[in-house]
């Protein structure tokens, strides 16, 4: 196991880093007094009218789990869909799957967003800042952008020359997980190098219950660890950057994420108990399970001259994953695959991506900024069983935003953008499911109706989003912001296309070729006081959608066997409302109490019902007590109960979790160790997460976890 060497490490950091501290001399040299009038995030807060948080490092360490999503739910207004202990999928605001992008290094990451039982394929190690716009975002990001952005900012480069690194070590209680990353970089004249290595294992996590219920019956979790939930990743990055004194900047990165997890055997097809005994093996991973591998690799340039700024961003994907079960069909006519034949499924998704930017600063009043993308898709399939049939996709979409700065206090801005999708959907036609249509009796109409898997579609959609804000920071405490925008998404190719059984959420979905594109309009406000010691937040909004997307249950009946009924991609009006509320108060000069909540409010207005995957309201009470390097707080989270449920959804219960932490900056042989110690659901309480993969199957979450995370940076100066 790889995890050995990055262990052997941490020793050998400590004691390079030592040398070349006794290898360089010091001088200490007398500066004027500096005053910091500004911090970063209040300053990134000021270029959009949007809802942004910035996360820096000290943030990310603290809540470091090695999960980014589960790190990034501590931010109000953000959630985390999780798929057991392992991997998670992010959700702003109620809005979640194709409506949230995610770019690293200006690429947007492209994978199977839209299935319940796919994490976010990016290395936690390597993020070391992290900005959250929430709200609107198609102008800048394009049409899957409606609900909000998570970009992944880009490490900041040294400004000397030097050699650096860290080492990295993780290791979690609940689920016996080590984890483990080093980095290695240099930094010399105008070049930047640098590597990342980082590897995750993990075993069958433990839950606060003996039993789970699905389908009616009764399973029992034997010695309370979840059977099959074991998994680890791999994950491997190089990036490198020209810079030429800001005229010409130069960025190429390559990465590959990989990641295998196991499902619980109870949750996946028809419930048999006897799959569930323990094998006396908590980290082995049986069937079913899923593997992906995702390749990225891209490029950014940058010119600026006199008041101009061109930037251009190229990049390829390859998103790989498969879902292995032993071989089971809902038609017994179908044969067993001579090849590979417990391959269930398997998406080979490859992904194109260009950009072109033009940034126009010939004022200190006027910001112009025009813009193009496009990106063409390829997913082809494989196994005995699939949900999505294979398709051709190409979105193409210009815009333009203008900023106009009266003064240092207001600003507005506004634009537009047109984009144009096409999709082409290969057709099949299934000759098993037609020969067992017919064995067991039904019409030749009902047997036409049904045979084919996957109907052709060839369509196109044009669509515009536009918006306009303001930002107005009269003085150095109030901050005023206030957004409307008209936004809108192309419908993906499940929503247009899907037909089957899909396991991820045990039922039957189907597509609708004739669906539009979904649009509507978004009000966001918010409102940020600052004073000495106090800080107060509030970030109400509201969201009118024409044509939301959704699954709803048709009432008819699956002709597929153990399928149950249909549940079909509709239309319909819908309503988003909510907001985020923060306080944070510095009791004394080392004690700070802060208080965070969050509230989404959704309502179906043609089925005058909740919609489905709404967040409970819920709300965090930090107590925080710091001085020097050390740190400790006591974290108090509750959890309203979600009794707002949508057709054929479970109300769930809510609950009180007690988190502890502390962490420690440790000065050794000229270095600081950064250590913290966290201890989640410390009660041991037993509760649910609405928005998880297993909810349906009444899995709790992951029961008491301790956590131990460790880095040390490394660097030598270069003479």
């Known amino acids: 196991m790889r995890i050995r060497y990055i262990l052997g490490t941490l020793g050998i950091c400590i004691t390079s880093t030592a040398y070349s501290q006794v290898a360089d001399s010091v001088k200490s040299v007398s500066l004027s007094e500096v005053v910091v009038t500004e911090s970063y995030r209040h300053a990134q807060s000021k270029k959009t009218a949007l809802t942004v948080d910035v996360l820096r490092e000290d943030f990310l360490n603290r809540h470091f789990t090695g999960n980014l999503v589960q790190a990034i739910e501590n931010v109000p207004g953000v959630q985390s869909m999780d798929i057991g202990a392992g991997f998670s999928k992010p959700m702003i605001r109620g809005l979640g799957f194709n409506r949230i992008a995610v770019s690293e290094n200006g690429i947007k990451q492209e994978g199977q967003q839209w299935g319940a039982d796919h994490g976010l394929e990016i290395d936690a190690f390597n993020v070391e800042g992290v900005q959250i716009l929430k709200g609107p975002?198609?102008?800048?990001?394009?049409?899957?952008?409606?609900?909000?952005?998570?970009?992944?900012?880009?490490?900041?480069?040294?400004?000397?020359?030097?050699?650096?690194?860290?080492?990295?070590?993780?290791?979690?209680?609940?689920?016996?997980?080590?984890?483990?990353?080093?980095?290695?970089?240099?930094?010399?004249?105008?070049?930047?190098?640098r590597g990342r290595f980082s590897e995750q294992h993990f075993g069958d996590y433990r839950v606060p219950t003996d039993t789970v219920v699905y389908l009616t019956q009764l399973m029992p979790v034997y010695g309370r660890r979840l059977k099959n939930t074991a998994g680890y990743e791999r994950n491997a990055s190089f990036f490198a950057s020209y810079d030429a004194k800001k005229r010409y900047r130069s960025d190429y990165s390559v990465s590959n994420a990989y990641q295998k997890m196991g499902f619980f055997p109870g949750a996946h097809g028809i419930p048999d108990i006897s799959r569930l005994q323990d094998d006396g093996d908590s980290r082995n991973i049986d069937l079913p399970n899923s593997w992906v591998n995702h390749l990225k690799a891209s490029t950014h340039q940058q010119y600026a001259w006199d008041g101009l700024i061109l930037s251009g961003?190229?990049?390829?994907?390859?998103?790989?994953?498969?879902?292995?079960?032993?071989?089971?069909?809902?038609?017994?006519?179908?044969?067993?695959?001579?090849?590979?034949?417990?391959?269930?499924?398997?998406?080979?998704?490859?992904?194109?991506?260009?950009?072109?930017?033009?940034?126009?600063?010939?004022?200190?009043?006027?910001e112009h900024t025009l813009g193009w993308d496009m990106q063409g898709q390829k997913n082809t399939i494989a196994g005995y069983s699939f949900l999505l049939p294979e398709y051709k996709r190409l979105t193409t979409g210009g815009f333009w935003l203008s900023t106009w700065r009266p003064s240092n206090r207001l600003s507005i801005s506004g634009g537009v953008r047109y984009d144009y999708g096409k999709i082409d959907i290969t057709p099949y036609q299934d000759p098993y499911l037609e020969e067992y249509l017919r064995e067991q009796g039904y019409p030749e109409d009902k047997i036409a109706e049904n045979e084919w898997r996957s109907y052709p579609v060839n369509r196109s959609f044009g669509d515009y989003s536009c918006s306009i804000g303001m930002v107005w920071n009269p003085s150095a405490m109030h901050m005023l912001k206030v957004n409307i925008g008209r936004s809108f998404r192309l419908p993906g190719a499940n929503e247009l296309a899907s037909n089957g059984v899909h396991h991820g959420t045990f039922r039957h979905e189907q597509g609708d070729a004739s669906l539009d594109s979904e649009h509507g309009w978004q009000l966001d406000a918010s409102y940020d006081f600052t004073y000495k010691g106090l800080h107060f937040a509030l970030s109400p909004f509201a969201s009118w959608f024409d044509n939301y997307i959704y699954l709803q249950p048709t009432g008819e009946w699956s002709v597929l066997p153990h399928a149950g009924q249909i549940y079909r991609y509709t239309g319909a009006r819908a309503v988003f409302l909510g907001g985020e509320t923060s306080v944070s108060i510095d009791i004394l000069r080392s004690l700070n109490y802060r208080f965070s909540g969050e509230y989404v409010y959704t309502y179906n207005r043609d089925d005058h019902t909740a919609l489905s995957f709404s967040p409970p309201a819920s709300m965090r009470n930090t107590l925080t007590w710091h001085?020097?390097?050390?740190?400790?707080?006591?974290?108090?989270?509750?959890?309203?109960?979600?009794?707002?449920?949508?057709?054929?959804?479970?109300?769930?219960?809510?609950?009180?979790?007690?988190?502890?932490?502390?962490?420690?900056?440790?000065?050794?042989?000229?270095?600081?160790?950064?250590?913290s110690l966290t201890a989640r659901n410390l009660l041991n309480t037993k509760y649910y997460n609405h928005l998880s993969f297993y909810r349906k199957v009444e899995i709790p979450e992951p029961g008491r976890n301790f956590q131990l995370f460790i880095k040390v940076p490394f660097k030598q100066i270069l003479k």
Not at 176 to 186: E, N, P, W
Not at 335 to 350: G, I
Not at 637 to 651: K, L, T, V
Not at 654 to 668: F, K
């Open 137 to 193: 975002s198609s102008l800048l990001y394009g049409s899957d952008a409606m609900g909000g952005v998570i970009e992944i900012l880009p490490a900041a480069m040294p400004m000397e020359n030097q050699v650096f690194g860290e080492a990295s070590f993780l290791y979690k209680s609940v689920n016996d997980g080590f984890g483990g990353s080093l980095m290695l970089g240099v930094k010399k004249g105008p070049w930047l190098l």
């Open 313 to 366: 961003d190229l990049g390829y994907q390859y998103n790989h994953r498969e879902e292995w079960s032993s071989f089971h069909t809902h038609y017994g006519t179908q044969p067993v695959p001579e090849k590979d034949p417990d391959k269930e499924l398997a998406f080979m998704l490859h992904t194109l991506s260009a950009s072109l930017k033009l940034r126009i600063i010939r004022s200190s009043s006027w």
């Open 627 to 675: 001085r020097k390097r050390y740190e400790l707080y006591v974290e108090h989270q509750g959890i309203a109960s979600q009794n707002r449920i949508a057709r054929n959804e479970d109300p769930t219960s809510g609950a009180n979790l007690l988190h502890l932490g502390g962490s420690l900056r440790l000065p050794i042989a000229g270095t600081e160790v950064e250590l």
